[in-house]
């Protein structure tokens, strides 16, 4: 913990579907003068997201569902085209994204890369949220996705171009943060571009 930051005092203001603290704090200023704050902090659990690429087919699959705060703030529809992606409730990181890609994609795929963590709101919200990518093949597939009912979920899954969900961006039909970022992942590092791996290959590397 900083020595600039001291707590003074938290409170409680919902504990619903998520937690969301008052927190009152000294905060030395980088003059050396002390300052009393107030900020409020939303505690949903960390979590994580994938993206998953195929070589092959030079596709990606991606999800569009319903997000109400997106609707209540100028997305006509509230529907958002986003990555795979859900909270961590105590798992690892990769064992989250795995689980989470085969309940919403419907795609059980047998391991994921893990490639940078990110605070997306940190103004306001707690939660860190650790980036993933994972190769799929259509052999991979084990149900038609959707996500959980009982979390009340209605997912589509979207398989497209890479090239075409890329454009996306700056169509402004992609709005997502960790979406957008993962897709320049992909292309910066041209991860797509990369020639699939043979089985041969991959015997000799092992």
């Known amino acids: 913990m900083s020595e600039k930051i001291k707590i003074k005092k938290t409170e409680v203001l919902s504990n619903r579907w998520a937690l969301l603290n008052e927190i009152t704090y000294d905060f030395q200023r980088r003059d050396g003068s002390w300052e009393i704050q107030n900020r409020e902090a939303y505690d949903r659990g960390d979590g994580a997201c994938i993206l998953l690429y195929n070589r092959c087919t030079k596709k990606v699959i991606l999800t569009r569902q319903f997000r109400l705060p997106t609707y209540l703030n100028n997305n006509p529809g509230g529907m958002m085209i986003e990555a795979c992606a859900g909270l961590l409730d105590k798992d690892y990181p990769e064992k989250c994204v795995i689980k989470e890609t085969e309940e919403e994609t419907g795609y059980r795929i047998p391991k994921a890369q893990k ?40 997912i ?51």
Do not use: R
């Open 156 to 206: 589509e899954v979207l398989e497209m171009d890479f090239e075409d969900a890329y454009a996306k961006i700056a169509k402004g039909e992609i709005k997502d943060g960790k979406t957008i970022m993962l897709l320049q992942h992909i292309k910066i590092h041209n991860i797509i571009s990369a020639p699939a791996k043979t089985k041969v290959v991959e015997e000799e590397e092992s």
């Open 115 to 154: 490639i940078f963590d990110s605070y997306m709101s940190p103004g306001s919200v707690t939660e860190l949220i650790h980036f993933f990518i994972g190769e799929y093949s259509e052999d991979m597939k084990v149900s038609e996705g959707g996500g959980l009912q009982e979390e009340q979920e209605d």
